[in-house]
């Protein structure tokens, strides 16, 4: 399938992360990541064109106009180990984080993933939004898997557990297969070589690794609004689907706030908004925040959530613990400027240094931290602690 470049002055409806895979301007990404858009390019470089998709593997191969001649990655040539070291490369939440490329580290966890499906592996590597399509390499840089999936908000939905940080990567086996039955060429790489250090390998690696932009996928339109007491609207004609996660707060964008309500009346209101895609309901006060993004889950036993359907295998489920209106003195390491809360926590999420973070709203500053000690009572701060 070809596609055209995005018309000037069009904003990206969505992305995700790509590698080439040969000289010839070629490069991996997951299918969802291109899925329903009417076009998809590479910043830099132009368009991504002849999109070949295996929706069922969820793995995709383009064309990128100006990637001939870049650097690409080798496929291993063998098995992966269990319990070998692996880096993750890729462009997770782009709007919120910087839009340079991302480096985590981790281990292969299980060769297998959910229901024993041999075509996945299970890996501590920590994963976001965005990295979807990006590659994990072992320590000599070969590419032995494809990131694909995190255990989200729908798994604590439906059984109440809180998974740690479980990622699934596609076995670079199934991504060779998918490029022979299409006559795309690739390269691989056998067993052994010498072993890199994180840093030498994002110098080899990051060059073969870019952001690929989605363009015309539909969106849910930002609805403005005054906050407060506010009518209940009927349920829409059409139904939508949510899952519901008990003692959880989402963070999104709050553009309505319902006061003196149920949490069903709740819920229905989000149903009968197409811009809603999430709720948090306060249980104490009885106030619906009715949300067009779900980003984060963050514990918080007063608090009932609502997610769309569509959404909830996107939504990142916070291992912090998380209080308004505290802070901790000590142990601040970093301090990022101009950032927001989600950005304060990602940062700390994927530093295994952090341990705790400030967020000073006025200022919209965030401080990481590599101790807890004592917490005290400090307006404006919003603290997590792993």
Same mark, same amino acid.
């Given at each position: 399938?070809?596609?055209?470049?995005?018309?000037?002055?069009?904003?990206?409806?969505?992305?995700?992360?790509?590698?080439?895979?040969? #000289?010839?301007?070629?490069?991996?990404?997951?299918?969802?990541?291109?899925?329903?858009?009417?076009?998809?390019?590479?910043?830099?470089?132009?368009?991504?064109?002849?999109?070949?998709?295996?929706?069922?593997?969820?793995?995709?191969?383009?064309?990128?106009?100006?990637?001939?001649? *870049?650097?690409?990655?080798?496929?291993?040539?063998?098995?992966?180990?269990?319990?070998?070291? =692996?880096?993750?490369?890729?462009?997770?939440?782009?709007?919120?984080?910087?839009?340079?490329?991302?480096?985590?580290?981790?281990?292969?966890? #299980?060769?297998?993933? =959910?229901?024993?499906?041999? @075509?996945?592996?299970?890996?501590?590597?920590?994963?976001?939004?965005?990295?979807?399509?990006?590659?994990?390499?072992? @320590?000599?840089?070969?590419?032995?898997?494809?990131?694909?999936?995190?255990?989200?908000?729908?798994?604590?939905?439906?059984?109440?557990?809180?998974?740690?940080?479980?990622?699934?990567?596609?076995?670079?086996? =199934?991504?060779?297969?998918?490029?022979?039955?299409?006559?795309?060429?690739?390269?691989?790489?056998?067993?052994?070589?010498?072993?890199?250090?994180?840093?030498?390998?994002?110098?080899?690696?990051?060059?073969?690794?870019?952001?690929?932009?989605?363009?015309?996928?539909?969106?849910?339109?930002?609805?403005?609004?005054?906050?407060?007491?506010? #009518?209940?609207?009927?349920?829409?004609? =059409?139904?939508?689907?949510?899952?519901?996660?008990?003692?959880? /707060?989402?963070?999104?964008?709050?553009?309505?706030?319902?006061?003196?309500?149920?949490?069903?009346?709740?819920?229905?209101?989000? !149903?009968?908004?197409?811009?809603? %895609?999430?709720?948090?309901?306060?249980?104490?006060? %009885?106030?619906?925040? +009715?949300?067009?993004?779900?980003?984060?889950?963050?514990?918080?036993?007063?608090?009932?959530?609502?997610?769309?359907?569509?959404?909830?295998? /996107?939504?990142?489920?916070?291992?912090?613990?998380?209080?308004?209106? @505290?802070?901790?003195?000590?142990?601040?390491? @970093?301090?990022?400027? !101009?950032?927001?809360?989600?950005?304060?926590?990602?940062?700390?999420?994927?530093?295994?240094?952090? +341990?705790?973070?400030?967020?000073?709203? %006025?200022?919209?500053?965030?401080?990481? *931290?590599?101790?807890?000690?004592?917490?005290?009572?400090?307006?404006?701060?919003?603290?997590?602690?792993?």
């Amino acid at each position: 399938m070809l596609c055209a470049g995005a018309a000037a002055g069009q904003s990206p409806s969505g992305s995700g992360t790509a590698f080439f895979i040969n #000289s010839d301007g070629w490069a991996i990404t997951n299918a969802h990541v291109i899925e329903g858009c009417t076009s998809a390019s590479v910043p830099s470089l132009g368009a991504a064109t002849n999109w070949i998709v295996d929706k069922q593997n969820d793995l995709a191969v383009v064309k990128v106009t100006g990637g001939t001649g *870049k650097p690409f990655l080798r496929l291993l040539g063998g098995s992966p180990r269990l319990g070998e070291d =692996i880096t993750a490369f890729g462009y997770p939440l782009g709007g919120l984080l910087s839009d340079s490329i991302k480096v985590t580290t981790g281990n292969i966890n #299980s060769l297998v993933g =959910i229901d024993n499906d041999a @075509r996945y592996l299970q890996i501590s590597t920590p994963l976001q939004p965005g990295n979807s399509g990006g590659p994990v390499v072992d @320590r000599t840089g070969r590419v032995v898997g494809v990131a694909t999936a995190v255990l989200g908000s729908t798994f604590v939905g439906n059984t109440g557990i809180l998974p740690q940080n479980v990622n699934f990567a596609i076995r670079s086996a =199934i991504v060779e297969l998918f490029l022979q039955s299409r006559s795309v060429s690739y390269a691989t790489q056998p067993s052994g070589g010498v072993e890199l250090s994180t840093a030498d390998l994002a110098e080899r690696i990051a060059p073969a690794v870019v952001t690929l932009l989605c363009f015309g996928r539909p969106e849910a339109t930002t609805a403005g609004g005054p906050t407060g007491p506010a #009518s209940i609207p009927q349920p829409a004609s =059409i139904e939508r689907s949510f899952q519901r996660v008990a003692n959880y /707060d989402v963070i999104g964008f709050d553009y309505r706030t319902l006061s003196a309500v149920s949490e069903l009346q709740c819920r229905d209101a989000c !149903k009968a908004d197409p811009s809603c %895609r999430a709720t948090t309901y306060n249980k104490k006060a %009885r106030f619906c925040f +009715l949300k067009d993004d779900a980003k984060l889950l963050v514990a918080n036993s007063d608090a009932s959530a609502f997610v769309d359907d569509e959404l909830s295998n /996107d939504v990142l489920v916070s291992t912090f613990v998380v209080a308004s209106g @505290r802070d901790m003195a000590g142990g601040d390491y @970093r301090r990022i400027r !101009k950032s927001n809360f989600l950005g304060c926590y990602i940062e700390c999420e994927m530093d295994r240094v952090c +341990l705790a973070f400030a967020f000073v709203r %006025r200022k919209n500053e965030c401080w990481l *931290k590599n101790r807890v000690g004592r917490v005290t009572a400090k307006p404006g701060i919003d603290l997590g602690i792993r």
